[in-house]
Nanobody
Framework: VQLQASGGGFVQAGDSLRLSCADS????????LGWFRQAPGKEREFVGA????????MYADRVRGRFTTSRDNGKSTSSLHMNNLGPEDTAVYYC????????????????????????WGQGTKVTVSS
């Protein structure tokens, strides 16, 4: 899997933004996905996750209700819809993948720890001005 994140930019507080994560490989549907972000001078933090089937999602408390992730396995893409952005959301956003295709019954598995993800995209920068 080769991930490419895109869609970042400069927005105003209260605006919305949609990030995309595309995979150029052929086994996208075998991977659970995660979204993470890293603000300047801070640790990388979990934002959201989605199982390989798309049936299960999980969000960090600070974005729950504002951010939504989805995926289209037919197009090998995932999206992170971000609403009501604030300056605290300024960061580089990353998508990541962990293979779960070999796990029987693992279609609903999701992960929130960065250390368990095997593949990472290059990141896309989001800047929110107040």
């Amino acid at each position: 899997v080769q991930l490419q994140a895109s869609g970042g930019g400069f927005v105003q507080a209260g605006d919305s933004l949609r990030l995309s994560c595309a995979d150029s490989g052929r086994t996208f549907s075998d991977y659970a996905l995660g979204w993470f972000r890293q603000a300047p001078g801070k640790e990388r933090e979990f934002v959201g996750a989605i199982s390989r089937t798309g049936t299960t999602t999980m969000y960090a408390d600070r974005v729950r209700g504002r951010f939504t992730t989805s995926r289209d396995n037919g197009k090998s893409t995932s999206s992170l819809h971000m609403n009501n952005l604030g300056p605290e959301d300024t960061a580089v956003y990353y998508c990541a993948a962990r293979e779960t295709g070999h796990i029987i019954g693992g279609g609903d598995f999701y992960y929130t720890k960065a250390s368990v993800f095997e593949y990472w995209g290059q990141g896309t920068k989001v800047t929110v001005s107040s």
